[in-house]
């Protein structure tokens, strides 16, 4: 199974900001299963590889879409400063 997330923002410091958020590099993945997170200008771009379960897959999805979202609203919060 695979997916390809595509997210755009504002400018790339934001797109960025959110792909650092999102791809931890200290994370372990299980086996069986591929993430990687890239930046292009204000685009952010994940492609998920996953040859394993399809809840592992779509558990991984929910936890990068969960993921991104508490990034935007922190960095929403820190722009309203």
């Known amino acids: 199974m695979e997916a390809s997330i595509n997210l755009s923002y504002r ?15 200290n994370v372990k993945v299980p086996h069986g299963l591929f993430i990687k997170t890239t930046v292009c200008g204000s685009r952010v771009s994940t492609e998920i590889l996953c040859r394993t379960q399809f809840g592992t897959f779509i ?14 609203k922190s960095l929403s919060a820190v722009k309203k400063r």
Do not use: C, R
């Open 11 to 25: 400018n790339a410091k934001e797109a960025e900001a959110i792909a650092q958020a999102v791809s931890p590099d």
């Open 59 to 72: 558990s991984t999805i929910d936890d990068l879409l969960s993921a991104v979202s508490v990034a935007e």
